[in-house]
């Protein structure tokens, strides 16, 4: 491969960084651009690649829950960036968390220690024509800039129902929350006793909280777009208003959480996780949120612990935006109608730090590929990985749902073929996973010397 046909890769984030490792690790050369240092998205914060924007973690790691086994065959197959999350892990209990700017800052060295990757710091505005590359993948994730959105609305039709809300969480610091009233301790003693800091309230402590969510003022979504979230990152006050116990079984689940104080569950618990290594910042577990900068922080501080506490970032929402990938792309995420252009990573309609890196993996997969007279190597459907390209080209929807809009999903075991044998549903979940990754093994076996895994 010479220099004179590199693959373009227009935007440095999570898919866009795996895509761009994969292929030069392969011997094809590539430019990657990014926007930033002379520009951001309203929800960036930092000038670093592959940046987390809301949340540090990766999810859990549990083999028996769907994004845990994606993580696990991707570093099977040899995934760059799920080896640079691992080495930078904060302590999470079953989850992999990391500290976000070790991790942007390891996969920046990922990127200059490739000499065929040449990385270029300018905004892309227009999607580049076939005369400009021969492959060019898309991976400007949910809040590509608006210039080259409308670039892309015009290539893919009208995207303007394609959008969700995404919230996040505030941070906080960590000697400012009151070791006096909070208390170390992970979900039945999962991982290490210090993994999470957690406030735990009473009754009427909670249900006081509860009244001064549902009654704050929220950030409004524009009069001319209907506010709709994604359910698996909904903003606290959107779930409170669905019933008073509704936080108290989600993420202020008390659940497994003794209070060494009392030997006993609270009512309900704020969980607090850290955000880097030396845990001097924490992330508020599941409270993404659009309220008001000021409720927020008169709101929060009402729970025991946070009475003073110094807020690093507020929450905040911003809008995702995401293609038709069923309707638009074919078995390659090639555009059908400009087969040069693939697109890559959460604006296809994955949802998730480690489903976007998987899209981006599966992507330089497929351009490899191709540059060499290979067939399609995707893993089966039964694997993590599978499963994502089968969502992303909507395989696995419903007959009766098979010409509506596209839904953007975390990695989840409703996206996997049905095991061929009746379980017990307790032993559905480990068996969906063993599936996977014996599939992923086998499939390895006989096209990873293909494909340079």
Same mark, same amino acid.
């Given at each position: 491969?010479?220099?004179?046909?590199?693959?373009?890769?227009?935007?440095?984030?999570?898919?866009?960084?795996?895509?761009?490792?994969?292929?030069?690790?392969?011997?094809?050369?590539?430019?990657?651009?990014?926007?930033?240092?002379?520009?951001?998205?309203?929800?960036? #914060? #930092?000038?670093?690649?592959?940046?987390?924007?809301?949340?540090? #973690?990766?999810?859990?790691?549990?083999?028996?829950?769907?994004?845990?086994?994606?993580?696990?065959?991707?570093?099977?197959?040899?995934?760059?960036?799920?080896?640079?999350?691992?080495?930078?892990?904060?302590?999470?209990?079953?989850?992999?968390?990391?500290?976000?700017?070790?991790?942007?800052?390891?996969?920046?060295?990922?990127?200059?220690?490739?000499?065929?990757?040449?990385?270029?710091? $300018?905004?892309?505005?227009?999607?580049?024509?076939?005369?400009?590359?021969?492959?060019?993948?898309?991976?400007?994730?949910?809040?590509?800039?608006?210039?080259?959105?409308?670039?892309?609305?015009?290539?893919?039709?009208?995207?303007?129902?394609?959008?969700?809300?995404?919230?996040?969480?505030?941070?906080?610091?960590?000697?400012?929350?009151?070791?006096?009233?909070?208390?170390?301790?992970?979900?039945?003693?999962?991982?290490?006793?210090?993994?999470?800091?957690?406030?735990?309230?009473?009754?009427?402590?909670?249900?006081?909280?509860?009244?001064?969510?549902?009654?704050?003022?929220?950030?409004?979504?524009?009069?001319?777009?209907?506010?709709?979230?994604?359910?698996?990152?909904? +903003?606290?006050?959107?779930?409170?208003?669905?019933?008073?116990?509704?936080?108290?079984?989600?993420?202020?689940?008390?659940?497994?959480?003794?209070?060494?104080?009392?030997?006993?569950?609270?009512?309900?618990?704020?969980?607090?996780?850290?955000?880097?290594?030396?845990?001097?910042?924490?992330?508020?577990?599941?409270?993404?949120?659009?309220?008001?900068?000021?409720?927020?922080?008169?709101?929060?501080?009402?729970?025991?612990?946070?009475?003073?506490? $110094?807020?690093?970032?507020?929450?905040?929402?911003?809008?995702?935006?995401?293609?038709? #990938?069923?309707?638009?792309?074919?078995?390659?995420?090639?555009?059908?109608?400009?087969?040069?252009?693939?697109?890559?990573?959460?604006?296809?309609?994955?949802?998730?730090?480690?489903?976007?890196?998987?899209?981006?993996?599966?992507?330089?997969?497929?351009?490899?590929?191709?540059?060499?007279?290979?067939?399609?190597?995707?893993? +089966?459907?039964?694997?993590?990985?599978?499963?994502?390209?089968?969502?992303?080209?909507?395989?696995?929807?419903?007959?009766?749902?098979?010409?509506?809009?596209?839904? +953007?999903?975390?990695?989840?075991?409703?996206?996997?073929?049905?095991?061929?044998?009746?379980?017990?549903?307790?032993?559905?979940?480990?068996?969906?996973?063993?599936?996977?990754?014996?599939?992923?093994?086998?499939?390895?076996?006989?096209?990873?010397?293909?494909?340079?895994?």
């Amino acid at each position: 491969m010479t220099k004179k046909d590199p693959v373009w890769i227009i935007g440095a984030g999570l898919a866009g960084c795996e895509t761009a490792i994969q292929l030069a690790r392969r011997g094809i050369d590539v430019r990657l651009f990014e926007m930033k240092p002379q520009k951001r998205t309203p929800a960036q #914060s #930092s000038d670093g690649y592959a940046e987390l924007v809301c949340s540090n #973690s990766f999810r859990s790691s549990s083999l028996s829950n769907a994004v845990g086994v994606i993580k696990e065959e991707m570093r099977r197959v040899g995934g760059a960036l799920i080896q640079a999350a691992d080495e930078c892990r904060v302590p999470a209990g079953d989850a992999l968390a990391v500290d976000r700017d070790k991790f942007s800052e390891a996969v920046g060295s990922l990127l200059r220690a490739e000499n065929r990757i040449e990385i270029v710091e $300018e905004e892309v505005t227009e999607l580049p024509t076939a005369k400009d590359a021969k492959d060019v993948v898309i991976a400007t994730g949910p809040l590509t800039a608006p210039a080259l959105a409308q670039s892309i609305a015009e290539a893919c039709g009208d995207v303007s129902k394609l959008y969700f809300y995404d919230a996040i969480a505030p941070i906080v610091s960590a000697d400012s929350v009151d070791l006096e009233k909070a208390y170390f301790a992970s979900r039945y003693g999962k991982g290490n006793a210090t993994d999470y800091l957690n406030c735990p309230l009473n009754e009427e402590q909670y249900n006081l909280f509860v009244d001064e969510v549902i009654a704050a003022q929220k950030v409004d979504a524009h009069e001319f777009e209907s506010a709709h979230f994604f359910e698996g990152c909904l +903003p606290i006050e959107v779930i409170a208003a669905r019933g008073r116990d509704s936080l108290r079984f989600g993420c202020m689940k008390p659940v497994g959480l003794d209070d060494p104080r009392t030997g006993r569950w609270p009512y309900a618990v704020l969980q607090l996780r850290a955000e880097n290594l030396d845990k001097t910042a924490y992330n508020l577990v599941g409270f993404q949120t659009r309220l008001k900068w000021g409720d927020q922080k008169r709101i929060f501080s009402m729970i025991p612990g946070l009475e003073n506490v $110094e807020f690093h970032r507020l929450g905040q929402i911003h809008r995702n935006t995401y293609i038709d #990938s069923p309707q638009l792309l074919n078995e390659w995420f090639q555009l059908k109608n400009q087969p040069h252009i693939s697109f890559a990573g959460q604006i296809t309609g994955v949802e998730g730090y480690v489903e976007s890196t998987a899209c981006g993996l599966l992507v330089a997969w497929m351009i490899y590929a191709r540059r060499n007279g290979l067939p399609l190597p995707i893993p +089966p459907p039964t694997t993590a990985l599978g499963a994502l390209h089968s969502h992303v080209l909507g395989k696995r929807r419903a007959e009766t749902s098979s010409n509506e809009n596209h839904v +953007p999903s975390n990695i989840n075991w409703g996206l996997f073929p049905r095991l061929e044998k009746k379980v017990r549903k307790s032993e559905r979940k480990k068996l969906y996973g063993e599936r996977a990754l014996f599939d992923v093994n086998e499939w390895q076996t006989r096209h990873g010397e293909q494909l340079a895994l």
